[in-house]
Nanobody
Framework: QVQLVESGGGLVQAGGSLRLSCAAS????????MGWYRQAPGKQRELVAT???????NYADSAKGRFTISRDNAKNTVYLQMNSMKPEDTAVYYC?????????????WGKGTLVTVSS
């Protein structure tokens, strides 16, 4: 069983910074692709950033230059450092684990952590 628990959300002012953490249980963290997604009210869930087991990162255009995804395999934890935050970053942020070697792939999701950016 895989469990993902996000933390670090809260209220920040525009231009401020916030770091999200996602603690993963299970034995597959080291070789799994991890990601952060977000969903704002009335909008579809969207990718923010991903990081492979080997450390290759990918970012949404809206996150490039402002957000940094990283992982600590020894701690089974993935982070999202968010700088220069904007009101449009307001959303529930979800941690994701994708296990590609299972048939058809397998996604695991955390329950989310709310990030609110005030103007």
């Amino acid at each position: 069983q895989v469990q993902l628990v996000e933390s670090g959300g809260g209220l920040v002012q525009a231009g401020g910074s916030l770091r999200l953490s996602c603690a993963a249980s299970g034995s597959s963290f080291r070789i799994s692709r991890m990601g952060w997604y977000r969903q704002a009210p009335g909008k579809q869930r969207e990718l923010v950033a991903t990081i492979t087991g080997g450390g290759t990162t990918n970012y949404a255009d809206s996150a490039k230059g402002r957000f940094t995804i990283s992982r600590d395999n020894a701690k089974n934890t993935v982070y999202l450092q968010m700088n220069s935050m904007k009101p449009e970053d307001t959303a529930v942020y979800y941690c994701n684990m994708y296990i590609s070697w299972l048939p058809g792939g397998m996604d695991y999701w955390g329950k989310g952590t709310l990030v609110t950016v005030s103007s």
